[in-house]
């Protein structure tokens, strides 16, 4: 079972639009929502992380939009731009209800095409 | 700024062989997580440390073992490797628990190949 769905799976936008990524959980325990970014061959770099008590987060051109009663989040990029072609990926952890180091549980991925 | 510093970067091993991945925390970092990510699929949490001790325990085969030692740096043991295993393996580390402020950072991981 798939704990954080992720869609879609891969999306193209031309450059200057807006590229959305939506992801939704199951887990009711999730209280840290982190987008990471991987580009081939590089491990994934954090992007932009979301608590439940904030409905939006914004940082540059990454906006994160929570919605806690559907249990579903977002990630926007405005003004896309080609470098910003990557797979992004959505996670999820219980940093304050788990009591350790826990893992994050991570969605399958959106390999975003920015074309010129 | 320092990152994760994974060893080695490829590794190719055959069938039914060990394997050691080694994982040098960002200075400071105290808790290390490791993951696998196989061909065009998404990081599968395998197991954290804090402190040297075992903080959380994902989908790590019976295989496989893990350790942080008093410097921090862990070390992934994988014994009888399978086909299955050839993956990426990526160690993150963060300070203290993770937190929002503290967030978990990812090294550029180990290719394993098994022949």
């Known amino acids: 079972q798939q704990q954080v769905k992720q869609s879609p799976q891969s999306l193209i936008v031309q450059k200057g639009g807006i590229s959305i990524i939506n992801c939704a959980y199951e887990?009711?325990?999730?209280?840290?929502f982190p987008w990471y970014q991987q580009f081939p061959g590089k491990g994934p770099a954090l992007l932009i992380a979301?608590?439940?008590?904030?409905s939006e987060k914004k940082e540059g051109r990454f906006t994160i939009s929570f919605n806690k009663s559907a249990k579903q989040f977002s990630l926007h990029i405005m003004d896309s731009q080609p470098g910003d072609s990557a797979t992004y990926f959505c996670?999820?952890?219980?940093?304050?209800?788990?009591?350790?180091?826990?893992?994050?549980?991570f969605g399958k991925g959106t390999h975003l095409i920015i074309q010129p | 700024a320092a990152g994760v510093i994974q060893s080695p970067r490829h590794l190719i091993k055959e069938k039914r062989e060990t394997a050691t991945l080694k994982c040098y925390p960002i200075?400071?970092?105290?808790?290390v997580y490791w993951y696998q990510q196989g061909p065009g699929q998404d990081p599968q949490f395998l197991i954290s440390?804090?402190?040297?001790?075992?903080?959380d325990k994902g989908s790590i085969p019976d295989r496989f073992s893990a350790q942080q030692f008093s410097d921090y740096h862990s070390e992934l043991n994988m014994s009888s490797l399978e086909l299955g295993d050839s993956a990426l393996y990526f160690c993150?580390?963060?300070?203290?628990?993770?937190?929002?402020?503290?967030?978990?950072?990812f090294g550029d991981g180990t290719r394993l190949s098994i022949l």
């Open positions: 440390f804090y402190e040297k001790m075992q903080s």
């Open positions: 979301i608590r439940p008590d904030v």
């Open positions: 200075p400071r970092h105290d808790t």
């Open positions: 996670a999820a952890s219980s940093l304050w209800s788990g009591g350790g180091a826990d893992g994050l549980t």
């Open positions: 887990n009711t325990a999730f209280d840290y």
């Open positions: 993150a580390s963060s300070l203290g628990l993770g937190s929002a402020d503290q967030p978990q950072h």
